[in-house]
Every structure is written in C-alpha cells, then in structure tokens.
C-alpha cells in the first residue's frame, strides 16, 4: 500500500513541476530536488558497499542500486527540465517568441540540410538500389515536413500563444 501511495506522490510532485502557478512549481521543484538527491545518494552508497564489502557478499547491494539509480535519473532529469521551464515562464514573452522563431529557423535549416544529404546519397553510383528505396522513404518524409512547417510560422509569431509567469495557459 505505502510504495502505490509513494509512486502517486512521486508522480504527483514531478507533475506540479511544470504546473503553471510559481508556488506549485517552486514546492514540486524543491521535492523533485529531494527525491534526486537522496535516491542519487542512496545509489551511490549501494555502490560504494557492494564494492567496499564484496568478500562478504556485499555484491548484492550492486543489484539493490538499480532502483534508487533510475529513480534518480528520471527526477534528475524532470527537476532539471522543470527548472529551465520556470525560468522560461519568467522570460518575457517577446523574448520567448524570438527564442521559439529562432528554434524553428535552426530546424528548418536542419531539415533543408539533411534532404540536400539525402539526395546527394541517392545520387551517388555506389549507393545499393535497397538503399535508395529507404531514402527516397526518407526524402518524402523531409519533404512532407518541410511542407508542413512553414504552416507553423503564423502561430508562432502570434504574441498571445506565449505564457508569462502568473498567466494560464491560452487555450
């Protein structure tokens, strides 16, 4: 009964985490922070006995580190994801905006780079003809994604689908 009720409170706290209220998010924050600290320690503590005690059968405890490990990791890496959320919320929001059209201009750059490879790959006289069937696949998924992305841009550069600290969300 205790570990359903300490994995919904787990989930619950890394939830909050990216809730749009600062206080929420500062006290989700904080426990996020808690949980990676200890299990971080706790895993490392595992480690150092299992090796430390492994003539007396210490090696047990390796095994025993998986657990508090990946819990580390995963609220390692949401209490760290929520932090750079709250630091964006705070941004103001033509600052986000140029952030957001800035990531579109990279990803559009990336996307026209990687079909300009693809075609120079398909276009080589050493490339196996099952290879050229999984890039031409390949080129028709950039070019269905590059047509689809300048279809973002109107909405990106609207002002009011950005959020600032203290607002909901636009929905």
């Known amino acids: 009964m205790w570990q359903t009720l300490a994995i ?6 890394l939830i909050g985490a990216f809730f749009p209220r600062a206080r929420v998010r500062a006290v989700a924050q904080f426990f996020g922070g808690a949980v990676f600290v200890l299990s971080a320690l706790s895993a490392v503590a595992m480690v150092v006995g299992g090796v430390v005690l492994e003539s007396r059968g210490g090696g047990v405890l390796l095994l025993g580190a998986v657990v508090p490990g990946i ?22 929001v033509d600052e986000q905006q140029r952030e957001t059209l800035s990531d579109f201009e990279a990803t559009l750059d990336g996307a026209l780079q990687r079909l300009a490879a693809l075609r120079a790959e398909r276009a080589r006289l050493s490339t196996s003809a099952a290879r050229r069937a999984e890039i031409d696949r390949a080129i ?20 009011r689908n950005y959020e600032q600290e203290g607002q909901a969300p636009n929905v």
Request: aromatic share 10%; no cysteine; glycine share 8%.
């Open 71 to 92: 819990v580390a990791w995963i609220s390692g890496s949401l209490f760290f994801a929520s932090r750079r959320y709250g630091a964006r919320r705070r941004r103001p």
């Open 140 to 159: 028709a998924h950039e070019q269905s994604m590059l047509g689809l992305l300048p279809r973002l841009r109107p909405a990106l550069e609207d002002l």
């Open 8 to 13: 919904v409170v787990f989930v619950a706290g």
